[in-house]
């Protein structure tokens, strides 16, 4: 069965600290991996992407997350945090036609100043 | 440009009361459209995807259904809410290319009481 798996449900960081979010995912097949941020208060949207090519992808705001097939894993990271990067984070994946999506259940990230 | 449109953005309903929330795309064709489940310490749990006009597919099954009348309108019923169904209800849409991303709706906040 398909299922993401996100390890870390809540991390306080001080600001300049680094971050790095686990996700590991079980999906039979060519897999597509996002990572979904929703900042408070807003909808939402996307990070970062992989599809396929370099494993190591860069997204918005300085975020890169890095896909691992041997260890069939997705982690974000990002060196130096902000206190802007307080939101709640989402590893997904898809595959197929359908495009539906599977999300993990979330990491809440609360930025320290 | 596209835009996605949800509502109400706040519903307070008793137990046993029927639900109807809408959703519609603008600015794309045939797009597929998902709803989404977004509970406290959950995550996002994909409940019902569709392809096109009339194909509904439910992921959980539950006593929630699925209709999508237009090619840019979806809309999630239930004929008796459960306290159980509270929530965060998220409507997303996607081109029909494998790995697209999910553009999200801004969301209902449903309460059973």
């Known amino acids: 069965a398909q299922s993401v798996s996100q390890h870390n449900h809540h991390v306080i960081l001080s600001e300049a600290a680094s971050l790095e979010l686990g996700c590991n995912y079980s999906?039979?097949?060519?897999?597509?991996l996002f990572w979904y941020v929703q900042y408070p208060g807003q909808h939402l949207q996307l990070l970062l992407k992989?599809?396929?090519?370099?494993?190591l992808v860069k997204g918005i705001k300085g975020f890169e997350a890095e896909f691992i097939k041997s260890k069939f894993s997705f982690n974000l990271r990002k060196p130096s945090v902000q206190w802007s990067d307080t939101a709640e984070y989402f590893c997904?994946?898809?595959?197929?036609?359908?495009?539906?999506?599977?999300f993990g259940t979330g990491t809440l990230l609360a930025v320290q100043p | 440009s596209q835009t996605i449109h949800q509502w109400p953005a706040t519903l307070v309903q008793p137990v046993g009361s029927p639900l109807s929330l809408e959703c519609t795309v603008e600015?794309?064709?045939?797009?597929?459209l998902y709803w989404y489940r977004q509970a406290a310490g959950r995550g996002l749990q994909l409940l019902f995807y569709?392809?096109?006009?009339?194909?509904i597919s439910s992921e959980v099954p539950q006593n929630l259904s699925a209709s999508r009348p237009q090619d840019r309108q979806f809309i999630l019923s239930s004929k008796k809410l459960l306290l159980s169904d509270s929530g965060f209800y998220l409507c997303?849409?996607?081109?029909?290319?494998?790995?697209?991303?999910?553009?999200f709706g801004p969301g209902t906040r449903l309460t059973v009481l």
């Open positions: 997904a994946v898809s595959g197929g036609a359908t495009n539906k999506l599977i």
């Open positions: 600015g794309t064709s045939n797009p597929n």
């Open positions: 992989y599809f396929s090519g370099d494993p």
């Open positions: 569709s392809v096109g006009i009339g194909q």
């Open positions: 999906y039979g097949g060519t897999v597509n």
């Open positions: 997303a849409w996607s081109v029909l290319v494998s790995g697209s991303k999910q553009f």
